[in-house]
């Protein structure tokens, strides 16, 4: 066993009702994930996919009244039962709006500010801050205020402040949303560098496939608070095409031109996620 | 018609977001305004309805200077929803959320009552109605913002970044409903990133950089000039970059939407598929 990679995350018939709200946010949830592994969860707005990011680091039950079955464990801990302090320090949760998050009058002070509430030694905590500037590149950035920032920036400030608390999980929902189309592909480029350099599971939360089929291997996708497919992505995305465009999925632009070609009888075989392959198979056929 | 006459406009912290600016917006129109981050977009946004006064030029709503008339008369006519939702919702309910506006320009109870179910249900949030704004998704919030905005019909309409944390479905739905919008007379401008929804809906696209407006015109000529839309930072649609990639076999190179490249597809592929019978 000592090699296998380890479940961190598993969720037995996980379910929750938010106080006040007239059907469950998520129920019936069955999932577990492994060590490193980049996972694309997705499904129509409102489907429950943000409740279920909650869960992962406590913010449900601890912070959100309501009703809550079944069982959910996070790196060995039960999240009902543990507090969130203890949660926090293994999830990291980077959300939509990097403003949201951002506070402090330096971004090396804002990146302190978790390992500073953990009660650690200046030493460590100094030591902690350079290594996440480090590895996300804020270094530069280091005594500007956050509001100085760019969207890419302030977001890429985010990553180190929840790396600075040394998780095993991050959380990324909907991350780029605010970020321009560049600015997004380098914010998901250096989460998946996080990935491979430390070895954290990293989920994120994302309408737009494209954006992240590149790094992500497996998908889940959601409806109506519960999971409706789950599996390789690409795999996923050519045996369920049309389950997951009849939800709304943000489906490829190419994977939805290969789709309708399929059905006019002009292309044959797996639909593609990324142009390059997209063209090589069409000027193939058409250079015949 | 919104007019802005050579506008330029600076914080006081001596950043400069917008120079010379020269743009017009009238009933019918619908413009995507796209852009890196921090290229002015949302300054720009917020001079169309006075929110900001520009330090040079000027900008002129329906004939009347913004820094003359008050920003509460201005919205009547422009109604700006903006990116964050959240800056924007204070109510109990969707309703009342969406009855707020309208109460404020003093129109009857009825008449509140009658826009709010019509506009809920035009961006399908009826089921919402009597629910708390804060229980919904970050999506649907964004729609319900939208909502208290459009109740108002104001004739000008900005969108700061309305396709975030929309899925496939609600993007078609909002892409339906700024058609109908602009062939009803109304203007639509949205301010996006999203060059997916762009391509799709062929809005006239003014690109920014660096508060300067670098390139105008139909989204899929400006959309698939490599060097334009790397400068404002954004990539191409995927489709243009899959017909750049094809145009050896004699298919052109300013498609970005799925529909048009179907079609040339479909006609290339049947060609194709005609040679090999016949040479087999």
């Known amino acids: 066993m000592a090699n296998a990679p380890r479940e961190i995350i598993i969720a037995k018939n996980l379910g929750f009702q938010y106080v006040g709200a007239r059907r469950a946010a998520i129920q019936g949830i069955d999932l577990s994930i492994r060590e490193d592994e980049f996972i694309l969860l997705t499904g129509p707005s409102g489907c429950g996919k943000t409740s279920l990011c909650r869960c992962l680091n406590g913010l449900i039950p601890n912070f959100y009244q309501g009703e809550w079955t079944g069982e959910l464990l996070v790196d060995g801990l039960s999240v009902t039962t543990q ?28 990146i302190a500010f978790g390992p500073e509430n ?65 600015t997004a592909e380098e914010v998901m ?33 959601m409806d109506a608070g519960k999971i409706v497919a789950d599996g390789d992505l690409e795999e996923t995305l050519d045996e369920k095409f049309d389950l997951l465009a009849g939800l709304g999925v943000g489906i490829p632009r190419v994977s939805l031109l290969w789709a309708a070609l399929r059905r006019d009888g002009l292309v044959s075989g797996k639909v593609p996620t990324r142009v390059e392959d997209a063209a090589s198979s069409l000027g193939g056929m058409m250079s015949q | 018609m919104i007019t802005l006459e050579k506008v330029s406009f600076t914080y006081r912290s001596g950043q400069r977001a917008l120079q010379d600016i020269d743009l017009n917006l009238e009933g019918g129109d619908f413009i995507a305004i796209m852009g890196e981050n921090g290229a002015g977009k949302t300054t720009l946004a917020k001079h169309l309805n006075g929110l900001l006064k520009p330090s040079q030029g000027r900008v002129l709503v329906d004939g009347d200077d913004t820094r003359k008339v008050s920003v509460a008369r201005l919205s009547r006519k422009v109604g ?117 929804f762009v391509a799709e809906s062929n809005p006239k696209v003014i690109l920014l950089s660096q508060g300067r407006i670098v390139a105008q015109g139909p989204a899929d000529s400006v959309l698939s000039k490599d060097e334009l839309v790397k400068k404002a930072s954004l990539v191409r649609p995927q489709m243009s970059r899959l017909f750049g990639e094809l145009t050896k076999y004699g298919l052109p190179s300013d498609v970005v939407d799925v529909h048009r490249a179907r079609i040339l597809l479909e006609e290339k592929l049947s060609e194709a598929k005609v040679r090999v019978a016949q040479n087999s």
Do not use: C, W
Not at chain 1, 88 to 98: A, E, I, L, W
Not at chain 2, 144 to 156: C, K, R, W
Not at chain 2, 161 to 174: A, S
């Open chain 2, 80 to 196: 700006l929803v903006f990116q964050n939702p959240d800056h924007l919702l204070f109510s109990e309910t969707v309703k009342d959320e969406v009855a707020f506006g309208l109460k404020n320009f003093g129109f009857a109870p009825e008449v509140v009552h009658n826009q709010v179910i019509r506009t809920l249900e035009a961006l399908g949030l009826s089921e919402y109605a009597e629910t708390s704004p804060f229980l919904l998704s970050g999506g649907e919030r964004k729609r319900v913002a939208l909502a208290a905005i459009l109740a108002t019909e104001p004739d000008y309409l900005i969108l700061d970044e309305p396709t975030i944390g929309q899925d496939y479905q609600q993007k078609e739905r909002l892409r339906n409903f700024i058609l109908q919008l602009y062939s009803q007379g109304k203007a639509v401008v949205m301010i996006t990133h999203d060059v997916e």
């Open chain 1, 118 to 182: 953990l009660g650690l030694s200046r030493e460590e905590i100094r030591q902690r801050v350079d290594e996440a500037m480090n590895v996300t590149g804020t270094l530069p950035l280091r005594d500007l205020a956050p509001y100085e920032l760019s969207g890419g920036q302030q977001q890429r400030v985010a990553l180190a402040g929840v790396l600075a608390m040394k998780p095993s999980v991050i959380v990324l929902d909907e991350p780029t949303s605010f970020l321009d189309p560049r």
């Open chain 1, 83 to 110: 507090l969130t302090s203890e949660l926090s320090r293994r999830v990291g949760y980077v959300f939509q709006n990097p403003e949201n998050q951002l506070f402090a009058l330096t971004v090396e002070k804002d």
């Open chain 1, 189 to 221: 480029r250096a989460t998946d560098d996080l990935r491979r350099e430390l070895g954290l599971t990293i989920v994120v939360v994302e309408h737009r496939l494209d954006l992240v089929a590149r790094y992500a291997e497996r998908i889940v996708v």
